[in-house]
């Protein structure tokens, strides 16, 4: 029989142990290894058993365990100082308190958290981003508050079948049981938001809030006795259902979330953010709400818009129109009402998610339209958004989009290996493995070979468990071969990810010969070690888990090829530090970074990859390989060919031949300089730390202070700024490049000489204040398009008849063949950029 609820008996501890609790709630401890082995200390097989989360851990061990503990003086010293750090940690002040005019609150919008998997409230690499960034945001005293939603059966658990199929199950949370405490109010009722929905209903949900360090987390959950069985279920799942499921979901993170935001702040004093950052496109609806406020105060639709739009942050995610939320626009429009939005012009707002299919709202464009600072995550990603979005800016090449790109960062301490944090500090002095000298010869080739070892034989140890249990569970008993599956001194690649076509699963298996005879190469053995889920919808993708899964239970193969069920951050805390070599073949440009090798790389691990992502910026040609790529419009299977066999060849003949070449002490000595240099480069340039002081630096500060001013004197420039706007939209199709003279080309010029360059526009109704006119010039094509172009402003001079002359002295600083052009683009302090508004005129040719 099924039980129809749960709930969580907390353990009672002993006085001297009462500061485990604080340690235990506080998610500092996963990623603060002095804590973790403290817990691990209570109960090895606990922690495991558990799946490394301390509060199940007190409640596992029992009171007998706890009394031997607070009768121990040692252990209950380590308690007390480890709380004392902790203390010391969340007061003191740290490298954002340094900066000035820096924001003082932050939220941080996102659809998944990927903390640990003790808080399974993620399903790939977004969630995992979105975690790290709270992690770092901790770690250098950013003030960001995390809004998120709670799902009582997180994504889904993974299990492969005996025919190799994915099993999906859901296993229901208790939040009780989670490192979470729900948000009251004075008189201890649980605080909650409210959402109008269509037909009279109300949608509400509690308030759950998790501590990231000294970073608050809240969770949004709908599970609870004010909503019917249905409304309970909105975020039952992550990413479950469809339709208006998902809208729902949407709604609630975005509209819900500004509202739990406004609760939080007054019940703790909190201050309200003067930043919002939507990471991707499923919180869009949080502008609405905020446009619904500040309509609320009296500023119009346009006005409120101009407000919301300075102080919004907006990342894309997605490579591809598919990976992007759309919804039926009449879905939209029935949801979107003036219960739900006081004050908001439901057709005003299906125009911010406007695209092509006028039946479809898209809530990247949502995202783009309440934003004024947008950026991509990798540099590559922010050329392919650039590209993906450019109908949003007619007239503008695609360099001048909007779209920014800040390339994510992975949380160091999180992500590396415990071996290699004990090495820095007996070594070299210092847990931060990102800040080490691993040049220096006090760390010798013997003692990174050593520690890569040890590595590798935890991540076979873990590997052998989890392929033992999953036999268990199948068969009911585990055959005897697992004892020696994967050698502990093979040469090891490993490949985890999400497992959507793109990403390619089974690239390798493309000519499975091929690849059986680099797996069994007596001389030079390879090994893999593979994981990843498939979206539940994703039949296709789970057919690629299936041929995988299959082709390793072959005979001849068998223990040498090992697919890995549930992938989760447990895992991977075995599997990115375990493995001599990441593997990521996608299908570029479709990874928008792939944060994956990252990790790997943090531990000194070589990336074995396609030039996509992050990878195409990082690789240098020593810290791993490069997959030749194929041509994109190649035919799909001559591609896949091309680039499998770029990988055969790359690891038959310098991956494994580098990694086998052995010196007379038995060391890949060309191997481990290639670790080190990996350490030494990627290590800093991959963190969170440096990711997210580029958004502090490059579009939170901005962002506060563009919403400062929008706002000040009762949101006066926001006002001036909405009708400077409406003037230039319904005037500037006046505007007339007539004519334009050059001096100084009679004869060809030379480098270091001047142009004068006059411009004679008709402005209509605008001012020279309203605009800039300038030269567009740059090396031309055999086309005549412009190409490295500069940019010149000419200056106003005088006006005859209602024609403006612009002009300048332009400097020629290279020699060449040059072509140029006239432009007129709008002017305004309070614009981000000359694109914002999509407006532009050029002189006739």
């Known amino acids: 029989m099924r039980a129809i609820r749960k709930f969580t008996v907390r353990t009672s501890l002993p006085e001297r142990l009462r500061r485990l609790e604080t340690l235990a709630s506080n998610l500092r401890w996963s990623w603060h290894e002095p804590t973790r082995e403290l817990f691990r200390e209570i109960s090895l097989d606990g922690w495991r058993e558990t799946g490394h989360d301390p509060v199940q851990l007190l409640g596992w061990v029992g009171t007998e365990r706890l009394a031997q503990l607070a009768a121990d003086d040692d252990f209950v010293a380590r308690v007390e100082a480890l709380a004392d750090d902790l203390d010391d940690y969340l007061s003191q002040a740290r490298w954002y308190q340094s900066l000035e005019d820096a924001p003082e609150s932050i939220a941080y919008f996102s659809p998944e958290f990927g903390i640990t998997s003790a808080l399974p409230q993620y399903s790939g690499g977004l969630g995992i981003l979105a975690g790290d960034h709270l992690k770092a945001a901790s770690d250098l005293g950013v003030p960001i508050v995390g809004v998120g939603l709670f799902y009582q059966a997180g994504y889904f658990k993974q299990a492969i079948s005996r025919e190799g199929w994915q099993e999906e199950s859901y296993p229901v949370l208790d939040p009780d049981g989670l490192p979470l405490t729900i948000l009251r109010r004075a008189d201890g009722t649980h605080a909650t938001v409210s959402l109008a929905l269509p037909g009279g209903r109300t949608l509400h949900a509690r308030i759950w809030q998790a501590t990231i360090g000294r970073v608050p987390l809240l969770l949004l959950d709908t599970n609870i006795h004010e909503n019917d069985d249905e409304l309970r ?57 905020r446009m619904s406020q500040l309509i609320g105060r009296g500023l119009s639709f346009d006005e409120a818009l101009q407000v919301v739009r300075a102080g919004t942050v907006f990342t894309t995610h997605t490579p591809v129109p598919a990976g992007i939320d759309r919804f039926d626009i009449e879905l939209v429009r029935r949801h979107l009402t003036g219960e739900l939005v006081p004050g908001v012009d439901v057709e005003r707002v299906l125009q911010l998610g406007r695209e092509e299919d006028p039946g479809i709202f898209n809530m990247a464009q949502l995202g783009f339209s309440i934003a004024q600072r947008a950026n991509g995550v990798s540099k590559l990603h922010g050329a392919v958004s650039r590209s993906m979005f450019q109908s949003r800016w007619p007239g503008f090449d695609t360099v001048e989009v909007p779209i920014t790109s800040v390339t994510n960062g992975v949380h160091a301490p999180t992500w590396t290996s415990p071996v290699l944090k004990h090495l820095a500090e007996r070594e070299l002095g210092t847990l931060d493995t990102t800040r080490c000298d691993w040049a220096s010869d006090a760390v010798s080739d013997e003692t990174i070979w050593r520690a890569r070892t040890e590595m590798r034989a935890h991540l076979i140890e873990d590997a052998r468990m989890r392929t033992r249990r999953k036999h268990e569970r199948n068969e009911g008993v585990a055959p005897a071969w697992i004892d020696d599956m994967l050698d502990p001194e093979a040469l090891t690649i490993g490949f985890a990810r999400r497992v959507p076509t793109y990403k390619r699963l089974t690239l390798m298996l493309h000519d499975r010969d091929r690849l059986r005879a680099i797996l069994t190469n007596a001389e030079r053995p390879v090994q ?49 530090p375990g493995c001599d070599v990441w593997l990521n073949n996608p299908l570029r440009p479709l990874e928008a970074c792939g944060t994956s090798g990252m990790k790997a790389a943090l531990n000194g691990s070589l990336n074995l990859s396609i030039l996509d992502g992050w990878w195409e910026e990082y690789f240098d040609g020593h810290n791993g390989w490069a997959i030749p790529s194929a041509h994109e419009q190649m035919d799909a299977a001559a591609r896949d060919a091309f680039e499998a066999n770029a990988l055969y060849e790359l690891i038959e003949h310098q991956v494994a031949p580098r990694f086998y070449d052995r010196d007379e002490r038995g060391l890949p000595t060309a191997w481990i300089a290639s670790i080190r240099h990996t350490l030494a480069t990627l290590s800093p340039g991959l963190s969170a730390e440096r990711m997210l002081g580029e958004y502090v630096t490059r579009l939170y500060a901005p962002a506060a ?65 309203d605009v800039t006119v300038e030269v567009i010039a740059g090396s031309i094509t055999e086309e005549g398009d412009l190409r490295r172009t500069r940019r010149f402003a000419l200056e106003p001079t005088e006006v005859e008849g209602g024609v403006h002359r612009f002009e300048s002295a332009i400097p020629l600083a290279l020699a060449g063949t040059f072509g140029y052009t006239v432009r007129v683009v709008p002017r305004h302090a309070m614009l981000a950029s000359d694109a914002e508004l999509g407006l532009v005129a050029y002189a006739r040719g």
Do not use: C
Not at 262 to 286: I, K, M, R, W, Y
Not at 531 to 540: M, Q, V, Y
Not at 542 to 547: C, S, V
């Open 233 to 289: 279920g909105v975020a039952a799942r992550l990413y479950g259902g469809g339709g208006e499921h998902r809208l729902r979901q949407e709604l609630l993170l975005g509209i819900g979330g500004v509202r739990a935001l406004a609760v939080f702040s007054e019940l703790t004093g909190a201050p309200a953010p003067a930043v919002f950052h939507s990471n991707e496109g499923h919180a869009g609806f949080l502008g609405i709400e």
């Open 528 to 576: 893999l070690v593979i994981a990843g889920k498939s979206h539940p919808a994703d039949e296709a993708g789970k057919a690629l888990i299936q041929e995988l899964v299959r082709f390793s239970q072959e005979p001849d193969v068998r223990g040498r090829i090992v697919f890995l069920e549930n992938y989760d951050i447990s895992m991977a805390k075995s599997l990115y």
């Open 705 to 769: 202070a563009a919403s400062a001013a929008a706002l000040a004197d009762d949101a006066a420039p926001a006002r001036a700024f909405a009708a400077w706007t409406r003037r230039m939209r319904e005037a500037f199709d006046d505007i007339e490049v007539r004519h334009v003279e050059v001096d100084g080309v009679d004869t060809p010029p030379i480098v270091g000489d001047e142009v004068r360059v006059r411009a004679f526009v008709h402005l209509g109704s605008l001012t020279p204040e």
